[in-house]
């Protein structure tokens, strides 16, 4: 719907003021910057079913979001900066194709490594202790 209503907005400023194509290109930038700071509110909310419809174009999303989201967590917690700056490129991605982005899936392919890294490094810290492995108890 932007690119429609982009256009819709361009060929209304020109027939309305007479301006040419560039001109109403950069008034339509203008317009759509005072529209979108006048309705931040409904922007942010609307944002959040972007950002979870983005989720999906991955079949393993189911475990690896929370996954993810769990592994985030626990890294601020224990201040473990190195996993923090490794995941935050991709989690940066996740949130900024769903705020400044159309909703297309593609987009969020860049947020995959986040999403396997996140369910991977789950899988290794819980792994040993579901299975009764646990590195703590084991003798070197």
Same mark, same amino acid.
């Given at each position: 719907g932007q690119v429609t209503n982009y256009e819709k907005r361009v060929h209304t400023?020109?027939?309305?003021?007479?301006?040419?194509?560039?001109?109403?290109?950069?008034?339509?930038?203008?317009?759509?910057?005072?529209?979108?700071?006048?309705?931040?509110?409904?922007?942010?909310?609307?944002? $959040? !079913?972007?950002?979870?419809? #983005?989720?999906?174009?991955?079949?393993?999303?189911?475990?690896?979001?929370?996954?993810?989201?769990?592994?985030?967590?626990r890294s601020i917690r224990r201040r473990d900066w190195v996993y923090l700056a490794t995941l935050s490129p991709a989690v940066f991605s996740l949130f900024a194709y769903a705020l400044l982005s159309l909703n297309i899936p593609r987009y969020q392919f860049t947020a $995959? !490594?986040?999403?396997?890294? #996140?369910?991977?490094?789950a899988i290794a810290v819980l792994w040993p202790k579901l299975s009764g492995r646990d590195s703590k108890n084991e003798a070197a």
């Open positions: 400023l020109m027939d309305a003021h007479g301006l040419s194509r560039p001109q109403a290109d950069a008034a339509a930038s203008g317009v759509i910057a005072h529209e979108f700071i006048a309705e931040l509110p409904s922007y942010v909310v609307t944002t $959040l !079913p972007v950002f979870y419809r #983005g989720l999906w174009f991955d079949t393993f999303v189911v475990f690896g979001f929370p996954a993810l989201v769990w592994f985030v967590i $995959l !490594p986040a999403l396997a890294l #996140g369910a991977g490094a």
